[in-house]
């Protein structure tokens, strides 16, 4: 490596520094230097040309969830730095990490009105976890340094990084040119619990009649799936996740109860929710789906919260016992807490019978499932197409589903075999078009997986353009249109609460798979439900991008899992 570079060629050697195999992202006039680098300079860099810069970011997004690797996203100055925003809050509110670099006009022309100023640094402030504009070239290596520090270590979150015109030229000592290798992945440098805090809660937990484990999605972040189905087992203790949190047992687990909460739960496993006399959060926040709107647990529930972050510990619930530190960690101290014990003889292992309480409600659950998912109806009932996907896909698919039609289906009724990151949606703040972009993120990540995203008619219009992106990819992703020709959430939340008086909800009927065919991707209509297992079978093995546009049933006439539309 020669001593020195420019800006441009800085930043790209600190992305290959960090481990960074693949940058998502499109080019404008300020880009110019770094796309001249990334092309003379011999590298390990795969840029992925987007239609978007909003999906380039979402494409990051799926990435970081799918490798635990740093997903990075770029723009240019202007329109492109605006684009980028919603895929850097979810993110940082989801906690992955997710580094967004924008080019920037030059710092010699700020404040002189140029085509596409706009302060960066305070756009991206409050979206992001770490921020700055790169103001001095020599200044490159250690901020991205920074950046990487910060996306990774603690509670994972975006960051964002501007890179002025003139900054991309001027030199760069190659000396500077380094990086911690692990801040490559995430969570980096993760703390265990302080002494004693775990013994504390398990004093607690043991001391319960009926306790409930909510996991949210920090246990999949954390790795801490194997510490988890050991507690579970050994306590024989029931375990509900927020839609995050799926994946933190395998779905299939005697003690896995499903998802708890508004959306994707259902009257029988809030049961469990209601009934629990001490509730254990864990890598959750306690937020408003999971609880129902805080409506439980009630005040008088005991609760004992392990995550890494402590602004979350007592933010929502009165807690008796907080465990801060990393989830893997403080999940193996706690089996070595039981392990002392039970060495020592004081453990009476209270067999909590969460597998049996668990199998009754999934029973009550699943009966009215397949009652529904075996119906002939037309339009198609959205649960039938949850169970053709279930018998169409392998064990190690990945699902990315937008947030809305087809999330509280697959949350409730979908059940992964698997533990760890098999299902993504974009739960922060649940913009539409997410899951057609997430998806390829996904599968650049783990290529060797089936990949299938689903989303509403509403979703597909948002970002049908990343098409071209995927036919241009060859990527074997099969795309699952949930057709009803409406914003369905909305629609439903207007029958449930303002009277069924619908207001500019409702739009034309598209043949998405025709739409999806000029673009090169082998599609399918189905309005038939005799129609739908055999076509999934073929989009699935297919070998090239698939589509199928499925008709169905209107979200307002279903009985979607969502509590409020369910009273």
């Not at 270590?153 to 692990?182: K, M, N, S, Y």
């Not at 453990?347 to 499932?369: E, H, I, M, Y």
Request: glycine residues 10%.
């Amino acid at each position: 490596m020669t001593n020195e570079m420019n800006g441009a060629e800085a930043m790209v050697r600190m992305l290959e520094a960090h481990g960074v195999r693949h940058v998502f992202g499109l080019a404008g006039d300020t880009t110019l230097p770094f796309y001249d680098a990334l092309y003379r300079l011999d590298h390990q860099i795969t840029h992925v040309m987007t239609r978007d810069e909003r999906n380039a970011a979402y494409m990051a997004d799926g990435y970081a969830r799918i490798s635990g690797r740093v997903g990075v996203c770029e723009g240019p100055s202007g329109g492109g730095a605006t684009y980028i925003l919603p895929g850097l809050i979810e993110a940082t509110e989801s906690s992955f990490a997710v580094l967004a670099i924008t080019t920037d006009i030059s710092v010699g022309s700020y404040g002189k009105y140029p085509l596409t100023e706009v302060d960066q640094e305070a756009l991206m402030r409050p979206l992001t976890k770490w921020n700055t504009v790169i103001r001095q070239a020599a200044h490159v290596p250690r901020m991205v340094r920074a950046a990487f520090r910060a996306m990774t270590t603690g509670r994972p979150g975006a960051a964002h990084l501007g890179l002025p015109h003139d900054v991309q030229h001027d030199p760069v000592d190659g000396e500077d040119i380094w990086a911690d290798p692990a801040h490559a992945t995430f969570p980096a440098y993760p703390q265990a619990p302080e002494p004693g805090a775990v013994e504390t809660a398990l004093d607690a937990i043991l001391s319960a009649k009926n306790p409930l484990i909510v996991c949210g999605g920090g246990v999949v972040i954390a790795g801490a799936m194997a510490g988890l189905a050991r507690l579970a087992q050994r306590l024989d203790i029931p375990v509900a996740t927020s839609i995050s949190g799926q994946g933190a047992l395998a779905e299939t687990d005697p003690n896995c109860l499903g998802v708890v909460g508004s959306n994707g739960g259902t009257d029988e496993t809030w049961e469990m929710m209601e009934a629990a006399d001490l509730v254990v959060f864990m890598g959750a926040r306690a937020g408003s789906t999971t609880t129902s709107r805080w409506e439980a647990p009630s005040p008088a529930t005991r609760i004992v919260h392990f995550d890494s972050d402590p602004m979350v510990i007592g933010a929502n619930y009165r807690t008796e016992v907080g465990v801060v530190g990393d989830l893997r960690l403080a999940l193996d101290q706690l089996g070595a807490a039981l392990d002392r014990r039970e060495k020592a003889g004081s453990l009476d292992a209270p067999g909590f019978g969460g597998a049996a309480a668990v199998a009754q409600r999934k029973a009550r659950k699943f009966a009215r499932f397949q009652a529904l998912a075996a119906s002939d109806e037309t339009p198609i009932r959205p649960e039938r197409v949850i169970a053709a996907m279930q018998e169409a896909l392998p064990d190690d698919a990945i699902i990315v589903s937008d947030p809305g039609t087809s999330c509280p289906y697959l949350s409730a009724y979908y059940q992964l075999p698997r533990p760890g990151r098999h299902l993504i949606t974009n739960r922060a703040h649940g913009a539409l078009g997410y899951a057609m972009s997430a998806a390829l993120g996904a599968w650049f990540a783990r290529p060797d997986a089936k990949v299938v995203a689903t989303m509403g008619d509403g979703s597909f219009g948002f970002t049908v353009g990343e098409l071209e992106t995927i036919c241009r990819h060859r990527a074997p992703i099969t795309f699952i249109v949930f057709s009803n020709a409406n914003f369905g959430w909305i629609k439903a939340s207007q029958s449930d609460g303002m009277g069924a008086r619908y207001h500019n909800v409702d739009f034309s009927r598209t043949d998405h798979a025709a739409v999806a065919a000029a673009y090169g991707v082998k599609s399918w209509r189905v309005e038939h439900p005799q129609d739908l297992e055999r076509v999934m079978k073929q989009a699935v093995a297919h070998d090239g991008p698939t589509l199928i546009d499925v008709i169905v049933q209107p979200l307002e006439e279903t009985a979607a899992p969502v509590r409020r539309w369910m009273g």
